[in-house]
Nanobody, 122 residues
């Protein structure tokens, strides 16, 4: 059974930083691309960024470029989302996802984490 367990969300002031983690089990982690998505209140879920199994990265340039960084530790089957210079508009529930291929589309990810709330106060 595949599980993606997220941690690291919370409340932070604008300009601050948070790091989200997503620990995977039940799959061969090194064979999977990992994505991050977020959903703000009243909005559709949007792509944040993703990292391929060979450490190629893609980001939502309009929203998070140069502020967010995705990394992975295959020895721990964990992917991270480092978020710096946070803004109020980054407030959302953040989700990690896994699939064999990197994609910016949420419907192409097979497995999902439970979501974690990030709230940025202005």
């Amino acid at each position: 059974q595949v599980q993606l367990v997220q941690s690291g969300g919370g409340l932070v002031q604008a300009g601050g930083s948070l790091r989200l983690s997503c620990a995977a089990s039940g799959l061969t982690f090194g064979s999977y691309a990992m994505g991050w998505f977020r959903q703000a209140p009243g909005k559709e879920r949007e792509f944040v960024g993703a990292i391929s199994r060979s450490n190629g990265r893609a980001y939502n340039r309009d929203s998070v470029q140069r502020r967010f960084t995705i990394s992975r530790d295959n020895s721990k089957s964990t992917v991270f989302l480092q978020m710096n210079s946070l803004k109020a508009e980054d407030t959302a529930v953040y989700f990690c996802a896994a699939d064999l291929r990197l994609s910016v589309r949420e419907d192409e990810y097979a497995y999902w984490g439970q979501g974690t709330q990030v709230t940025v106060s202005s």
